[in-house]
């Protein structure tokens, strides 16, 4: 991490205010030099899921949602408070019908390691996690479905050689490279 203990602490204070965030205070240095830290980006993220997902779990009513995905889930943060605020939204509205797969992915392997980290040290059940080396959809079973898709695209501009040397190093640079105008992996996304 670029910052001391004592600073993550209060920058995690300040740039997720009230809003819920899984405990990812624990995670080591070590991990942040391969994957992305969660940051503003992710935060924001996060904020504008709880917002939606009161609404998303009662559109549904009595339709189970099985799977949910995060594409590019890097250290696993937003995933992981998903599948937390989830449960728990769930529990205030006594919906036992909707128990989704947790699903991803991401070209990064020390990223899905730390992903799969950040789940079980937050108790969210081995059985309903499914993570897959996969540059954004290409890795993932063909033919899977998702209900819920989720997805922070790298978004910093990078000219087209550092782009494609990070998707091809499959490094932390890829969490970040956008290529040209910050939304080329957007782009390929997108159908």
């Known amino acids: 991490s670029k910052y001391p203990d004592s600073v ?7 740039m997720c205010g009230p809003a819920f965030v899984c405990e990812y205070l624990h995670v080591g240095d070590d991990v942040y030099r391969d994957v992305y ?13 709880h917002v939606d997902l009161p ?11 099985s799977n949910v995905i995060e594409v590019g889930v890097g250290s696993g943060v937003v995933l992981t408070t998903y599948g937390l605020i989830w449960k728990q939204q ?5 919906n036992a019908t ?3 797969l947790f699903w991803g992915s991401d070209i990064n392997k020390r990223a899905l390691a730390a992903a799969k980290d950040l789940l ?5 059940a081995e059985e309903q996690l499914r993570l897959v ?3 954004l959809f290409n890795g993932v079973p063909q033919g899977q479905l998702f209900d819920v898709i989720i997805f922070n695209p790298p978004y910093v501009v990078t000219d087209q050689e550092e ?3 990070a998707q091809q190093e499959r490094g932390i640079e890829a969490a970040w490279a956008g290529g040209k105008h910050g939304i080329e992996v957007l782009f390929d996304f997108l159908p």
């Open 8 to 14: 993550r602490k209060d920058k995690h204070a300040m």
């Open 37 to 49: 830290e969660p940051s503003e980006d992710s935060f924001l993220l996060i904020d504008a899921l």
């Open 55 to 65: 609404d998303l779990v009662g559109r549904f009513g009595d339709t189970p949602i």
């Open 90 to 94: 769930c529990e205030q509205e006594q």
């Open 98 to 100: 909707q128990n989704p």
């Open 120 to 124: 079980l040290h937050n108790n969210l």
């Open 133 to 135: 080396e996969a540059n």
């Open 163 to 165: 782009l494609d040397r």
